[in-house]
């Protein structure tokens, strides 16, 4: 028995790979939800699995002793594998994976997009681009507009560069865009959404279409300046702080870290403490 999820937080019952009808749950899941998007893209996922109760299951064990996978990890990669061949078999669908994924050896074909968000996975970007893959950048701390810009402000998102283990991958044909993620699990109005989004979006988009661009000092006032144009131009949609300072600072971070700790149970908290410790 599973308990609905009530609030975010990296849970520690996750699918059986080592049951045939998992799979074929997915796939029938997956059925229902590919023709509803025509793009050529589809993520997957892949995060933030704890691995614990594959640990312990015995049709996970199985799975892994006939197969001929290493461990966990390796189970993950070729659960993986399977739904990504289904869907590039079956609807032609490209498929996008978080950067974890990489932690399996046999994920590294190169066939697949990965999304890359966390540190904790960049020491095998380099060998799946050397196989031919490919990778969108969404890092954590320049990328997620869910965090409050007194955390992740505007300049990080107009300066930020995509260096992942001292390489600076701007121009390089792997990388094929950025992405700024907004996880809405404790964004409870469409304002709030908005004030998360705006500007950063703006500082985003102008340094991902501009490639080699100018970050200096002289070149973000000018943005910031050419700002009052959008502000005048929308101003309908509800615009945050981007840059703040002092007392505003302080009060959006600890806003932002009271919500988190206010919106999840004591098992969660635990849970997700511990499954972060882990990857």
Not at 62 to 82: H, N, P, S
Not at 173 to 183: F, H, K, L, V
Not at 187 to 208: D, G, K, N, S
């Amino acid at each position: 028995p599973v308990k609905l999820a009530t609030c975010g937080g990296i849970y520690p019952i996750i699918l059986c790979p080592g049951k045939d009808a998992t799979f074929t749950f997915v796939k029938d899941v997956l059925d229902e939800i590919v023709p509803l998007f025509p793009g050529s893209y589809i993520h997957i996922g892949g995060d933030e699995a704890p691995k614990g109760e594959w640990k312990k299951c015995p049709d996970c064990r199985k799975r892994i002793e006939e197969m001929g996978l290493a461990d966990e990890v390796a189970l993950q990669g070729y659960f993986t594998k399977q739904i990504a061949k289904y869907l590039e078999e079956t609807y032609q669908k490209k498929v996008i994976c978080w950067n974890d994924s990489l932690e399996a050896v046999d994920f590294l074909e190169g066939q697949e997009i990965v999304q890359y968000w966390s540190l904790e996975h960049k020491k095998q970007l380099p060998e799946f681009i050397g196989k031919g893959g490919h990778f969108i950048y969404s890092d954590m701390f320049d990328l997620y507009y869910d965090y409050p810009a007194a955390m992740s402000p505007m300049k990080r998102s107009y300066t930020c560069r995509p260096l992942i283990d001292g390489k600076d991958y701007a121009g390089n044909p792997a990388m094929i865009g950025y992405e700024a993620c907004t996880w809405s699990e404790y964004i409870e109005t469409p304002q709030a959404l908005e004030e998360r989004v705006f500007p950063r979006l703006y500082a985003m988009a102008e340094h991902a279409w501009a490639g080699e661009k100018d970050t200096s000092e002289a070149a973000y006032s000018d943005y910031v300046e050419r700002l009052t144009y959008f502000k005048e131009h929308f101003s309908k949609v509800s615009w945050g702080s981007g840059d703040p300072k002092g007392l505003k600072k302080t009060a959006e971070k600890m806003g932002y870290a009271k919500k988190m700790m206010t919106g999840m149970s004591p098992e969660v908290k635990a849970s997700t403490v511990e499954a972060a410790a882990v990857s």
